[in-house]
């Protein structure tokens, strides 16, 4: 009996493991089997992609801003605004720059003006005035020499007194007012008892003779009279005054003749590199006027699209901070970082999808 269970044992054995093998192995068997497909051979091309991640920018985008310190005095576009080239886009309060430009603007008419007056010829008027101003001075220095000799002649007539001439004059202009006046008052005398003696010209002649006798008596009592200390001073005086004033008019001569000879000469080249140069600063003076007042405006560099606005009207502008930025959307740029490995397989030319 245990040798027949053996035997059965054995035999389900076998037939478990032919089931086994039936129906699990040689179905997995066939599972993992290869399949292959042939094909003919061909010569082409082998492709290789590289995949990379980055950013797309625009071509051209600048951040504007004043590079002048002021009141925002207006504000002409917005965000997302289009603008053209050489568009006004914002502006300071350009009071003071405007003033200074047309400042510069006059300084320079009349540097300019000076010096065509400088490199001109001499106008015949004024050369004619130059002559008659050298004139009207030589004239002047012999009308002082005179005056001085005058002076001179007086101070010696009071140092030495009347002449014997002189006296002798005013004794016989003396004695015929004395007589005039004795002839008058015999007139007068003869009419003196009418009621309007007054009226009649022997009044009058009498009156006349008295002065005219009474002026003579004076004039021969101060030919015998000795010069003062006050007139010798008074005619020193008057000689010191005398000598101030030729000597003015001498100076006067020389100024005329040095302005005249000048005139004739044209001016002094150091005198016309100085007007030259002053043309020079007055036209730097007015582009540095016209630069400060482009620094107070902000204007499109290219077409484009405004992306931010900054700044509003009526406040402080910002050195260094943005006041607009302006886009341009017309191109843009790829930027990507391609790792190490797969650079050596990029080259110019090569085709790039999105």
């Known amino acids: 009996r245990f040798i027949i269970f053996l035997l059965v044992a054995a035999v389900v054995g076998a037939g478990g ?3 086994y093998q039936r129906f699990v192995v040689e179905p997995q068997a066939a599972a993992q089997q290869p399949s292959y ?3 003919a051979v061909e010569r082409g091309n082998i492709l290789s992609t590289v995949s990379a991640t980055g950013s797309i920018e625009p071509q051209a985008e600048v951040s504007l801003l004043f590079r002048g310190a002021g009141t925002v005095n207006s504000v002409l576009v917005s965000v997302g ?5 050489g ?3 914002a502006e300071l309060d350009t009071t003071d720059q405007t003033l200074a430009l047309a400042q510069a603007q006059v300084s320079q008419d009349i540097s300019a003006a000076q010096l065509k007056k400088l490199e001109a010829p001499p106008d015949p008027m004024d050369v004619a005035a130059a002559q008659a101003a050298v004139e009207v001075a030589q004239a002047g220095v012999s009308s ?3 005056a001085l000799a005058s002076a001179q002649v007086s101070y010696q007539a009071l140092l030495s007194g009347p002449t014997a001439a002189q006296q002798t004059i005013n004794e016989s202009q003396l004695r015929q007012a004395e007589i005039a ?3 008058a008052q015999q007139a007068y ?3 003196k008892d009418q009621p309007d003696v007054g009226m009649y010209p022997q009044a009058a002649e009498l009156q006349q003779a008295t002065v005219n006798y009474e002026v003579a008596k004076a004039q021969v009592a101060k030919t015998e009279e000795t010069a003062t200390q006050a007139q010798l001073a008074q005619g020193l005086n008057q000689i010191a005054q005398a000598q101030s004033a030729l000597r003015q008019a001498q100076a006067q001569v020389v100024n005329a003749q040095n302005n005249l000879s000048d005139l004739l000469a044209g001016p002094k080249q150091e005198d016309i590199d100085i007007a030259r140069a002053q043309v020079r600063q007055a036209q730097l003076s007015q582009l540095q006027s016209e630069n400060s007042l482009a620094n107070s405006r902000i204007v499109a560099p290219f077409d484009g699209v405004v992306s931010q606005v900054n700044i509003k009207q009526g406040e402080q502008s910002a050195n260094g901070r943005p006041a607009i930025v302006l886009t341009d ?3 843009f740029t790829l930027k990507v970082l391609v790792d190490e490995i797969d650079v050596r397989q990029v080259a110019v030319g090569q085709s790039v999808r999105l």
Not at 81 to 85: G, M
Request: aromatic letters at 8%.
């Open 17 to 19: 493991w032919f089931a």
């Open 37 to 39: 497909e042939t094909v």
């Open 81 to 85: 605004e289009a603008v053209k080239e």
């Open 87 to 89: 568009q006004l886009l």
């Open 144 to 146: 002082a020499e005179a």
């Open 181 to 183: 006046l004795n002839q």
């Open 189 to 191: 005398n003869k009419v």
């Open 329 to 331: 959307l017309n191109g």
